[in-house]
């Protein structure tokens, strides 16, 4: 505790003679040189490279951003390591994205000239580069808008970068009605990201496009062209059928200064309920407070569709306004009410208020109504996270887990306990092993196979015993492997011998061995892979498996196989990797 | 007259070159090893299917040279016709990251070259597989070998799971398919009847396509949490219930039995069973 506060005021003190350096530094440059200081890229460069400014800068950049520093460094190291999975490199691009840290421009630019690189990652690297790059990259993304592969994300990716020199070719792809719907969109979207005047009378002209997308697009870049020239043609779109052309277009006329929230609420007495429904949204998007009574109205309204109704009562989630608690709790609790209505209220509820919402939904969770019931208990999926909120829902979802008649309530309750309990759901999801219904069983034991619980591996034998549906035996098998569990061992050896056993099942069971270096595990895989008859699938399981046992008592056998020509060459191959791996592992 | 002559005769060079260079035989390009499965199942080509050859190639030349695979039977579709199939690359221990198709050209290193081809057989039966390195039009070397292409053995299992509620006896009906064959089963045209035992009328009944995987089991039912044939039987009135997504539901009374009867057919293989449920009228609560 002591050096933790320390280390704060050393920062503190730090940060205080940096920042006078800095001030020092950035008055006598000004003086020196007689150039304003400006925040773009251009600049900051050049006073990078000129003078003592720079290195305290960069002193004082590393020492405010040196976690996001470290994470960085990090990030780039999983995106240039080829040995990465592909889904941990892509990961790693959209946080390197999401950082802005010039540093990642230099690899993107060489995955998206590698072509041997795959090609979702190189259209996920040429979308981030806008994010990271600088001028310098604009002309590269211009040329890219031309390359079958990468066109979309060089059009998405100039957005981000916000050179004017961009307009006009993204104007192109744009007018072009030829292009395909996805590139023009992103063409769209990235003229409104840049902002230039030029391609307001071109988005005005999109706005009666064929496309509805191309229309919500357009829309949306009007808004950031902040040009009043926008206005009319924007609220002629408030009509629509289309959901985010009109949501768009009433945040754009609302950046634009323009009285939307009037023109909104005369479209609630629209005669199509979808323009009623479409006004709601809109309103909600703009977050005009004053719109809450008129949703509350809406909700009440039992003369009024019910879709528009739903839509006004999830609207009513965006306030904090703990007096539209009462009437909304009203209408859940209302027998004669519409289910579907009723049924969206409880997580509005949690949106205005979650502590008043939790005591009212605990003490309504005995409703009639199954799916109203099964809505109540879903809706505690929204505390995910507050630890503090969490412990007092987690007693009434475990009972109805347990205890509710209707099995649709015992789904919710195994999803909603599996996502807001973390590790304290195992107990409860082990007893849901035993429910009557399969869905609700394999919920269980697909949530506890990420839990890697210790103490369910009894549980899920017994289950294992019942059960017969072949997914169901599948997540149950997985969830008993990943246990790590020395007592499933011979389940699962079980599993991955029986013939008769779904084919799912074994392989994952196969699978789940790979981490026992067990002699018995060594000898019950190696006696699969012997088995010329059995599944070619399972075999080659078998064998990666024996390759993450490390068991030398398996070279052997393996020498053998990767020396018989007549055997599945891909089963060869994988012996290859183990045969690599054991002898990598003698080696250390 | 002599520079006419000059042309035709450079004409006449640069036409043999070019005719020599591309059937040119002389690279020194061979094929060294197949290893190969002799026996494999009935099965399309994909990508995670373990029909597959690898070739080892070894090329002599000092560079790179640009090669075709050209191949006969590799792939041979259901009319019994060879068909291009594809070459795959960069095998990570579980799966392949690329692919190429034969038609395409692929260039082998100076040295050994494994090249790994995927092979299809949507027919039953022998086939002979030839392997030729082409380069251009001329053949560098040719290899072929024979494989047996098995076909399912497909198997039926039958059951059912009884439950009470109040004066209802809810009957669902566990139905499988099994293959014990190395060949893949598709299209699998599977028929599940429920039958009055008395009159022989098909009182409900459910047809589907089903993919049996070579060594595996497969459910009728692909829903997670539903059979696909239900018997509700009632002492008193019947539930208003219409057990979605079950397909094929009969309702009766507590007393009667119903055959089920399970079909299925790939191609000439034709296996059924059936049973009877309840099993005895006992089971039901009701003598009769």
């Known amino acids: 505790m002591k050096r933790a506060h320390?280390?704060?005021?050393?920062?503190?003190?730090?940060?205080?003679?940096?920042?006078?350096?800095?001030?020092?530094?950035?008055?006598?440059?000004?003086?020196?040189?007689?150039?304003?200081?400006?925040?773009?890229?251009?600049?900051?460069?050049?006073?990078?490279?000129?003078?003592?400014?720079?290195?305290?800068?960069?002193?004082?950049?590393?020492?405010?951003?040196?976690?996001?520093?470290?994470?960085?460094?990090?990030?780039?190291?999983?995106?240039?390591?080829?040995?990465?999975?592909?889904?941990?490199?892509?990961?790693?691009?959209?946080?390197?994205g999401d950082s802005g840290d010039s540093r990642a421009a230099k690899p993107f630019l060489i995955i998206i000239e590698d072509t041997e690189e795959s090609d979702s990652l190189r259209q996920s690297v040429t979308g981030n580069?806008?994010?990271?790059?600088?001028?310098?990259?604009?002309?590269?993304?211009?040329?890219?808008?031309?390359?079958?592969?990468?066109?979309?994300?060089?059009?998405?990716?100039?957005?981000?970068?916000?050179?004017?020199?961009?307009?006009?070719?993204?104007?192109?792809?744009?007018?072009?009605?030829?292009?395909?719907?996805?590139?023009?969109?992103?063409?769209?979207?990235?003229?409104?990201?840049?902002?230039?005047?030029?391609?307001?009378k071109l988005l005005i002209e999109c706005l009666e496009d064929e496309s509805q997308y191309i229309q919500s697009e357009a829309a949306w870049a009007l808004g950031e062209t902040g040009d009043e020239r926008a206005i009319e043609p924007l609220a002629d779109l408030l009509d629509k059928e289309y959901e985010f052309a009109v949501t768009n277009s009433a945040e754009a006329l609302n950046?634009?200064?323009?009285?939307?929230?009037?023109?909104l609420i005369e479209n609630l007495d629209h005669q199509d309920i979808n323009v009623r429904k479409n006004s709601i949204y809109a309103l909600s998007s703009i977050g005009e407070q004053s719109s809450y009574s008129v949703f509350l109205k809406i909700a009440e309204d039992r003369t009024e569709y019910e879709e528009v109704r739903r839509a006004a009562i999830s609207a009513l989630g965006r306030s904090d306004d703990d007096d539209l608690i009462e009437?909304?709790?009203d209408i859940l609790k209302n027998?004669?009410?519409?289910?579907?209505?009723?049924?969206?209220?409880?997580?509005?509820?949690?949106?205005?208020?979650?502590?008043?919402?939790?005591?009212?939904?605990?003490?309504?969770?005995?409703?009639?109504?199954?799916?109203?019931?099964?809505?109540?208990?879903?809706?505690?999926?929204?505390?995910?996270?507050?630890?503090?909120?969490?412990?007092?829902?987690?007693?009434?979802?475990?009972?109805?887990?347990?205890?509710d008649a209707q099995w649709p309530v015992r789904k919710q309750a195994a999803i909603v306990m599996a996502d807001i309990a973390g590790e304290n759901a195992s107990g409860h999801l082990s007893l849901a092993l035993n429910d009557e219904n399969p869905e609700v069983r394999s919920i269980a034991a697909m949530?506890?196979?990420?839990?890697?619980?210790?103490?369910?591996?009894?549980?899920?034998?017994?289950?294992?015993?019942?059960?017969?549906?072949?997914?169901?035996?599948?997540?149950?098998?997985?969830?008993?492997?990943?246990?790590?569990?020395?007592?499933?061992?011979?389940?699962?050896?079980?599993?991955?011998?029986?013939?008769?056993?779904?084919?799912?099942?074994?392989?994952?069971?196969?699978?789940?061995?790979?981490?026992?270096?067990?002699?018995?595990?060594?000898?019950?895989?190696?006696?699969?892979?012997?088995?010329?008859?059995?599944?070619?699938?399972?075999?080659r399981t078998a064998v990666i498996s024996l390759g993450n046992i490390n068991n030398p008592a398996a070279v052997n056998i393996l020498s053998r196989v990767e020396a018989d020509r007549d055997e599945h060459p891909r089963i060869r191959k994988s012996v290859r990797h183990a045969l690599e791996n054991i002898q990598e592992v003698e080696v250390s | 007259m002599r520079k006419e002559l000059l042309l035709i005769l450079l004409g006449i060079i640069l036409v043999s070159a070019t005719v020599w260079w591309h059937y040119d035989s002389s690279i020194d390009i061979?094929?060294?090893?197949?290893?190969?499965?002799?026996?494999?199942?009935?099965?399309?080509?994909?990508?995670?299917?373990?029909?597959?050859?690898?070739?080892?190639?070894?090329?002599?030349?000092?560079?790179?040279?640009?090669?075709?695979?050209?191949?006969?039977?590799?792939f041979v579709d259901a009319n019994g016709k060879s068909v291009d199939t594809f070459i795959v690359f960069g095998y990570d221990g579980s799966k392949y990251s690329s692919y190429t198709s034969t038609r395409d050209k692929i260039t082998l290193k100076p040295g050994e070259n494994k090249v790994t081809l995927l092979l299809g057989y949507k027919v039953t039966g022998e086939q002979n597989v030839q392997i030729k390195v082409m380069n251009n039009e001329a053949v560098l070397d040719e290899e072929s070998f024979t494989v047996n292409v098995m076909p399912p053995e497909l198997s039926v299992e039958l059951s059912y799971d009884m439950i009470t509620e109040g004066e209802l006896e809810i009957y669902d009906i566990n139905a499988y398919i099994l293959n014990g064959g190395l060949g893949r089963a598709e299209n699998v045209e599977t028929k599940l009847s429920i039958i009055d035992p008395e009159t022989n009328d098909v009182r409900a009944s459910v047809v589907k396509d089903i993919v049996v995987p070579a060594y595996s089991k497969s459910p009728f039912s692909t829903w997670q949490s539903s059979p696909e044939g239900v018997i509700e039987l009632s002492s008193g009135e019947n539930s208003d219930d219409k057990y979605m997504p079950a397909k094929a539901v009969v309702k009766g009374k507590k007393g009667e039995q119903y055959i089920v009867k399970l079909t299925v057919t790939w191609r000439d293989q034709v296996v059924e069973d059936q049973i009877i449920i309840p099993r005895n009228n006992s089971e039901s609560g009701d003598e009769i």
């Open chain 1, 335 to 403: 027998e004669n009410e519409k289910r579907n209505v009723r049924a969206i209220v409880p997580r509005t509820l949690i949106d205005i208020d979650e502590e008043k919402a939790i005591k009212i939904l605990i003490k309504d969770i005995k409703i009639k109504d199954t799916e109203v019931r099964a809505s109540i208990v879903s809706s505690f999926r929204k505390l995910e996270g507050d630890k503090e909120k969490i412990p007092m829902v987690i007693e009434p979802v475990a009972y109805l887990l347990l205890n």
């Open chain 1, 447 to 539: 949530h506890l196979a990420y839990m890697a619980d210790e103490n369910s591996t009894e549980h899920l034998i017994n289950a294992l015993e019942n059960e017969t549906n072949k997914y169901t035996r599948g997540y149950m098998t997985r969830a008993l492997a990943r246990t790590n569990d020395s007592n499933a061992v011979p389940i699962l050896v079980q599993l991955m011998q029986d013939r008769e056993e779904y084919l799912n099942v074994r392989i994952t069971a196969a699978e789940g061995l790979g981490v026992h270096k067990d002699d018995n595990v060594t000898k019950a895989l190696i006696e699969v892979l012997e088995s010329k008859d059995d599944s070619p699938d399972l075999r």
């Open chain 1, 129 to 200: 580069l806008g994010k990271v790059g600088n001028k310098k990259h604009t002309d590269i993304l211009i040329e890219m808008l031309d390359d079958n592969l990468l066109d979309i994300s060089s059009a998405v990716s100039l957005g981000y970068l916000g050179d004017k020199k961009a307009v006009e070719p993204l104007m192109n792809i744009l007018a072009n009605e030829s292009m395909s719907e996805n590139m023009r969109q992103a063409a769209a979207r990235s003229l409104g990201q840049i902002g230039d005047k030029r391609a307001v």
């Open chain 1, 6 to 96: 320390e280390s704060v005021l050393r920062n503190v003190a730090i940060l205080l003679l940096a920042t006078l350096f800095v001030s020092f530094g950035l008055v006598s440059g000004v003086c020196a040189s007689g150039e304003s200081v400006q925040m773009d890229e251009d600049n900051i460069q050049i006073s990078e490279d000129s003078s003592i400014l720079s290195s305290i800068m960069r002193y004082f950049g590393l020492l405010v951003y040196d976690d996001q520093d470290k994470n960085v460094t990090r990030w780039i190291e999983i995106l240039v390591n080829r040995s990465e999975i592909e889904e941990n490199r892509s990961y790693a691009t959209y946080m390197l």
């Open chain 2, 30 to 74: 061979s094929i060294t090893e197949i290893s190969a499965p002799r026996t494999l199942g009935v099965d399309t080509i994909r990508t995670d299917s373990m029909n597959e050859i690898e070739i080892v190639i070894q090329n002599n030349e000092t560079k790179p040279v640009e090669i075709k695979l050209e191949t006969e039977n590799a």
């Open chain 1, 255 to 263: 950046k634009l200064g323009a009285p939307v929230e009037d023109m």
């Open chain 1, 327 to 329: 009437p909304l709790t």
